[in-house]
């Protein structure tokens, strides 16, 4: 297998979400959230385990976590735009938050809850910047009064949308400590840990090139792993497709119909590829009905 990709899902967690490589998820979070909201320490609140695979194939994925005030964190790596993923993402602050109470406690027990979302895709047309931080402000003022809601996006495509970039540039780029994650995320594969550049050569990105060169999946572990890469292989040769046709990603007018012909565009070479119905639907968004109908001009 060719080496491991840090932004397939299961070798994402497999790095961050595990007790051993704690401080690298530590790290990745204090590179992301405020000043006022940085950790010491983390507690995992549902640590990476292998053995999910043999029961449950489909295990979650993200990495839920506890700072030293209660503070909780969710960290998860999107690597569709599946549809709707605005609305998951509420949905999985809404129960970051909502877990920590117990039936009859008292709600001033609730803490701070930050949803942190590390997105393979372009999702918010209208911005540059590939971090984006999200609260519940008053319409008129920006007055922030529910303090408790976070949500960060991180787009990795708008960091690297260049695949032929040398490492003298990317090194070129690096300003911030999210900017070295991002670049460990997407780049991986021009960073030598022996042959750092100085606004990378950091011990923590080290560590973290070390640990994804020694890592090994079980059987499970690498159907699952090779599964979902091939999803974002599919996913990128249908981009190409769509930049070869002069197809403007970036574009706000017609995102919607581009986005669709872009989902049956994936969904074709799935189908060519025999994959099942109920898996294409799962990451094109298409229903199984649409899915037949596909199949036939096949």
């Given at each position: 297998?060719?080496?491991i990709?840090?932004?397939?899902?299961?070798?994402?967690?497999?790095i961050?979400?595990?007790?051993e490589n704690k401080?690298?998820?530590i790290?990745l979070?204090n590179s992301?959230v405020s000043?006022?909201d940085q950790?010491?320490?983390?507690?995992?609140?549902?640590p990476y385990?292998p053995?999910?695979?043999?029961?449950?194939?489909?295990?979650?994925?993200?990495?839920?976590?506890?700072?030293?005030t209660?503070?909780?964190?969710?960290?998860e790596?999107?690597i569709s735009?599946?549809?709707?993923?605005?609305?998951?993402?509420?949905?999985y602050?809404?129960?970051?938050?909502t877990?920590?109470?117990?039936g009859?406690?008292d709600?001033?027990?609730?803490?701070k809850?930050?949803?942190?979302?590390?997105?393979n895709?372009?999702s918010?047309?209208s911005?540059?910047?590939y971090?984006?931080?999200f609260?519940?402000?008053e319409k008129?003022?920006g007055?922030?009064?529910?303090?408790?809601?976070?949500?960060?996006t991180i787009e990795?495509?708008k960091?690297?949308?260049?695949s032929t970039?040398?490492?003298?540039?990317?090194?070129a780029?690096i300003?911030?400590?999210?900017?070295?994650w991002v670049a460990?995320?997407t780049?991986?594969?021009l960073l030598?840990?022996?042959?750092l550049?100085?606004?990378?050569d950091n011990?923590?990105?080290?560590?973290?090139?070390?640990?994804l060169?020694?890592?090994?999946?079980?059987?499970?572990?690498r159907?699952?792993y090779e599964?979902?890469?091939k999803?974002l292989?599919?996913e990128?040769?249908?981009?190409?497709?769509?930049?070869?046709?002069?197809f403007?990603?970036?574009?706000?007018?017609g995102?919607?119909e581009?986005?669709?012909?872009?989902?049956?565009e994936?969904?074709?070479e799935m189908?060519?590829?025999n994959?099942?119905l109920?898996?294409i639907s799962?990451y094109?968004g298409?229903?199984?009905?649409e899915?037949?109908k596909?199949k036939k001009k096949?």
């Open positions: 297998m060719d080496s990709t840090p932004r397939v899902d299961i070798a994402f967690k497999k961050f979400g595990v007790e401080d690298l998820l790290s979070v992301i000043e006022e950790v010491e320490d983390l507690t995992l609140l549902n385990n053995q999910n695979f043999k029961h449950e194939k489909l295990s979650i994925l993200d990495i839920k976590a506890k700072g030293q209660g503070k909780r964190f969710n960290i790596i999107q735009d599946e549809a709707d993923y605005d609305k998951r993402a509420l949905y602050w809404a129960k970051l938050y877990e920590q109470l117990k009859g406690q709600y001033a027990l609730l803490s809850a930050i949803g942190i979302h590390i997105l895709f372009t918010i047309l911005e540059t910047k971090h984006n931080i609260h519940i402000t008129e003022t007055h922030l009064y529910f303090k408790d809601l976070e949500l960060h990795l495509k960091f690297s949308p260049d970039e040398e490492l003298k540039d990317m090194a780029r300003k911030s400590s999210l900017d070295i460990f995320l780049r991986h594969d030598d840990k022996r042959h550049p100085p606004a990378l011990p923590t990105l080290k560590k973290a090139l070390t640990v060169d020694v890592m090994n999946f079980e059987p499970q572990e159907e699952a599964d979902h890469l999803w292989r599919i990128a040769n249908t981009l190409k497709k769509y930049e070869s046709k002069g403007e990603l970036g574009k706000a007018e995102k919607a581009g986005k669709a012909e872009e989902k049956i994936v969904a074709l189908l060519k590829e994959e099942p109920p898996k799962k094109t298409l229903s199984i009905s899915l037949e596909l096949l």
